[in-house]
């Protein structure tokens, strides 16, 4: 048996291309795309966390830096029926929440 795969190897190897795969553009592109919308949320997700523990500064330059991204997208996609400023909206309303409830809330430790 093990000859078999010695011969199958050396056949493998002299007949096999290994160069890498090209990525088709449109592709790539899908995979940029995705990787933007996960980094969307690990940015708002961030948001979040600085909300919860009061760091309202924190969370303030995290909303301009969701803005921004918002920004940069719209402009890149124009009319595209996926592009909503709900997300930034929702990041909007809580930092205003958080701002006037902040004397009445008690401190929280997440880590």
């Given at each position: 048996m093990e000859s078999v795969?010695?011969?199958?190897?050396v056949l493998v190897d002299r007949f096999?291309?290994?160069a890498p795969a090209a990525v088709p553009n449109d592709r790539l592109q899908r995979l940029q795309n995705a990787f933007r919308r996960r980094l969307d949320d690990a940015v708002?997700?961030?948001f979040q966390?600085?909300?919860l523990s009061r760091d309202l500064d924190t969370a303030a330059e995290l909303l301009t830096v969701l803005e921004n991204m918002n920004e940069r997208r719209r402009r890149t996609y124009g009319g595209?029926?996926?592009?909503s400023d709900a997300t930034v909206a929702q990041a909007r309303e809580e930092l205003a929440r958080r701002r006037v409830m902040q004397p009445l809330e008690p401190p929280t430790d997440l880590d």
């Open positions: 795969l010695n011969r199958f190897s096999a291309s290994l708002v997700d961030v966390r600085a909300c595209e029926r996926r592009i």
